[in-house]
């Protein structure tokens, strides 16, 4: 039995994956930033467009990021302090409206 993903989050999931970076020596491209997402001591590193930072949604994770991190973020960027899959999946919706 196979899993059908939609066609629509298959490609958002390929797009942020392009964004993913493992290493924290790839330089960002103009237009976007690094921010780093997950909970406890897994984070993973995605280069996002800036265009993200006025969306309500992503807004609303900058605003859990100020109140864990204050402007002290222990990986030295953005530290975004949410379920990657989450992330993820608002990305994703972020990637389809614009």
Excluded: W
Excluded at 1 to 30: E, T
Excluded at 46 to 69: C, G
Aim: hydrophobic fraction near 35%; glycine fraction near 6%.
């Amino acid at each position: 039995m196979a899993i059908r993903v939609p066609r629509v989050l298959q490609s958002s999931k390929q797009i942020l994956k392009s964004f993913s970076h493992s290493s924290n020596n790839v330089d960002v491209p103009k237009g976007h930033l690094a921010v780093y997402v997950g909970e406890k001591l897994q984070k993973r590193r995605f280069v996002v467009p800036v265009t993200y930072l006025s969306h309500p949604s992503f807004q609303n994770l900058l605003r859990e990021a100020e109140e864990e991190f204050g402007f002290d973020h222990p990986m030295g960027g953005l530290t975004i302090p949410c379920n990657e899959q989450i992330f993820i999946d608002l990305a994703s919706r972020l990637n389809t409206s614009s």
